[in-house]
């Protein structure tokens, strides 16, 4: 019996732990990066004189008060504009299943105060 020292990295992985998506293995970079942008985001308000007090204030302006509750609500109607498009010029929509048919109950006999 011979002993190899040398292991594929392909055979030592199980098969039900593999990623589906090949996208997965980019979300470590999306927070990395988004964490950073946050970073400095924070840092440049703290530089530019922004602090809490001074936020609250602004944040009692009816303005404000409109762009955040709209600025949201507008990325989300044009995320699922987006996703409609998408999904109609991709071509044929997915059909849907059929529901299940249901058995005709058998040997059914009624039971107290039933028909």
């Avoid at 732990?17 to 990395?32: G, Y």
Wanted: charge should be positive; proline fraction near 9%.
């Amino acid at each position: 019996m011979a002993y190899c020292s040398h292991r594929d990295d392909k055979d030592d992985v199980d098969p039900m732990h593999k990623s589906t998506s090949p996208r997965r293995k980019s979300f470590r970079r999306v927070a990395i990066v988004s964490t950073a942008l946050l970073s400095v985001g924070a840092a440049a308000a703290l530089m530019a004189g922004v602090t809490p007090a001074t936020a609250a204030n602004l944040a009692t302006q009816p303005d404000t008060q409109i762009a955040v509750f709209m600025v949201p609500l507008t990325i989300l109607v044009v995320a699922v504009m987006y996703e409609v498009a998408r999904i109609a010029l991709r071509g044929n929509l997915p059909e849907e299943a059929a529901p299940p048919r249901r058995r005709p109950l058998r040997h059914w006999s009624p039971v107290q105060r039933e028909g």
